[in-house]
Structure formats: structure tokens, C-alpha cells
């Protein structure tokens, strides 16, 4: 089905719903499946998570979308390349873009930062970031502090970017969100926590950060001379993670969270599980070990 005809039949099929009321929404919403290997700008139908909880990213690329009666709240702008893609989203699903009132970012590279330059313009939201990433936005490039800054590229810079402290909250009417800082992935690294209800029913939905050891072919993550403080940053940032408030655990990479295999009517795993956020950080846990053992037998390319 072609992307604009599915989100018309989308506007069609949901038309009357949003944020006041989600109570009896299904958990997911017609539309075609997202393979678990696929691009960063393939586009994706918006989808109805769980309570005042939307998807509205692109296959490869997370974009989720809060919204209450006082306005919404949207965590991540996806690329550039994918902006149109998210706002027709928003609207396909009944919502405004105008009234998105906060924009916040899990961190600070081009295929999550790309498009909030665009997002903040068209909407007026207020974007907000912990003060690491907060810097690179409004710059619109990396600096040496980000382990991949010899790989990644620029994107349009932000302005202004509103601050935000870890564990600080942002309220908005019925929403309450908490910024966990989780630096590794980038040094702005932030995860994001807050509950939706639905049916009566009220579960902690934890938006987790990237978590990946990568960089480019000079940054070494265990080098404590040229990185005073990062690895145990990091290795901080995983005890964090595994002690999020996590019924739902979503993720800047759906993929990484195996998110297109627990949403729809051929989910093959549950979408609520608590156990998930202490799984994902396991995980990350191992592949950082095996990282830093390639760069102290000085294996890596």
C-alpha cells in the first residue's frame, strides 16, 4: 500500500480518536508491517501504542508522539529526509502538529536530530535536551567528545534548545516525563521515562537510549587519558537503564528493541514486558566488554 493512501485510510479509520480519549483504542492499527533489517527513511504507518502512546516514526527510525487535551509531547525528529513522513503521521492519526509543545531528543546525531530543526519550525515546540546534546543541536555537528564524530555527518542546527538536568521532569496537563541521562552511545545521551494509561490500566513506558559501543577507527572507549571518566560513565548508564520504570520498553532504533515484532495483529511477542529495560542492558553490557577487550588486545581496526 502506498504511504500517503495508508495514512488517509488511517485518518478515515481512527477519526474522532485522540488525545482525550484512548480508552478501547486498539494496541495497533491497520497497516503494513515494518521488516526487522529495514532503512532508516523506509516509511512506516503510525500506529497506536498503548494509552496516550503513538508511533509516528519511519520503519528504521523512532518518532513517538504523547498527547493530552493541553498539548503533546514528541521524543525524537528522525532525519531530515523523514520529517514529511512524521508530520503526515501526526495528522493522519487525528493530531495537530501545532500542538506539539515539546520536542526532546534521545541524542544528538543526524538519524535522530535530523529533522527537529524542521519539526520545531513547523510546530512551535520547545525543544529540549540535557545540556551535552543540547550544545551539538545548535551547533548541528559532533565534536570529538562523540565516539563516532569522524563518521557521522552534520544536520540543520537547532535553535534555541531548552536545558534539562538529569532526572529533571517536564509536565504538560496529564503527561510527566523524567530525563534519565545515559551517556555512552554519545555523551547527551538521554533516556526518557512516563506512564500511559488505557482501560484503567496505567504501565511505565521507557524510551531507552541507544546503547551501541561503536565509533569511528581513532576513539577508543577505554583510553582514560584522551576520555577521563567515559567508560565508567557507561558502564553507570547500563545499571541506570536496567532500573527504569519499563512495562514498555521502546527504543531510538525499533529495531533494537525488537518493536515490529510486538506491535500488530501478527506480534509474535508481547509488547508489555518488565523485564525487557534489565535485558537490553545485559545485552549492552556484554557487547561493551567485548569492545573494551578488542581494544586492550588491540584488535580493532
Not at 509543545?101 to 543526524?110: A, F, G, T
Not at 538519524?111 to 519550525?121: E, F, K, M, T, V
Request: charged residues 20%.
Amino acid at each position: 500500500m502506498h504511504y500517503r493512501l495508508a495514512t488517509i485510510l488511517l485518518a478515515l479509520i481512527i477519526s474522532g480518536t485522540h488525545a482525550s480519549s484512548t480508552a478501547g483504542v486498539p494496541s495497533s492499527l491497520p497497516g503494513e508491517t515494518c521488516a526487522a533489517d529495514a532503512g532508516w527513511n523506509d516509511p512506516a504507518t503510525p500506529r497506536h501504542l498503548y494509552g496516550n502512546t503513538w508511533y509516528v516514526g519511519t520503519c528504521g527510525l523512532s518518532a513517538i508522539l504523547i498527547t493530552s487535551p493541553e498539548g503533546h509531547v514528541l521524543i525524537d525528529g528522525a532525519t531530515e529526509k523523514a520529517t514529511p513522513m512524521i508530520e503526515e503521521s501526526i495528522a493522519a492519526l487525528g493530531f495537530k502538529l501545532k500542538d506539539v509543545r515539546y520536542i526532546l531528543n534521545s541524542h544528538e546525531h543526524l538519524d535522530h536530530a535530523g529533522g527537529i530543526a524542521r519539526l520545531q519550525r513547523d510546530s512551535d515546540a520547545i525543544v529540549i535536551a540535557r545540556d551535552q546534546a543540547a550544545a551539538i543541536l545548535e551547533q548541528g555537528k559532533s565534536d570529538r567528545s562523540d565516539p563516532q564524530f569522524l563518521t557521522t555527518g552534520p544536520f540543520p542546527p537547532v535553535s534555541p534548545v531548552r536545558r534539562i538536568a538529569d532526572r529533571e521532569t517536564i509536565v504538560l496537563g496529564p503527561i510527566t516525563l523524567q530525563a534519565h541521562a545515559t551517556p555512552g552511545h554519545t555523551q547527551g545521551s538521554t533516556s526518557w521515562t512516563w506512564q500511559s494509561c488505557q482501560s484503567g490500566r496505567c504501565l511505565d513506558i521507557a524510551y531507552a537510549d541507544s546503547l551501541t559501543a561503536i565509533s569511528d577507527e581513532v576513539y577508543r572507549y577505554g583510553n582514560e587519558a584522551a576520555h577521563p571518566g567515559v567508560l565508567a560513565a557507561f558502564r553507570k548508564t547500563l545499571v541506570t537503564v536496567a532500573a527504569l520504570p519499563c512495562d514498555i520498553l521502546l527504543t531510538p532504533h525499533p529495531g533494537a528493541s525488537n518493536l515490529w515484532s510486538r506491535v500488530g495483529r501478527e506480534a509474535t511477542a508481547p509488547l508489555v514486558d518488565p523485564a525487557a529495560c534489565r535485558r537490553y542492558a545485559a545485552t549492552a553490557g556484554g557487547n561493551l566488554d567485548a569492545r573494551i577487550a578488542k581494544e586492550s588486545a588491540g584488535s580493532m581496526p
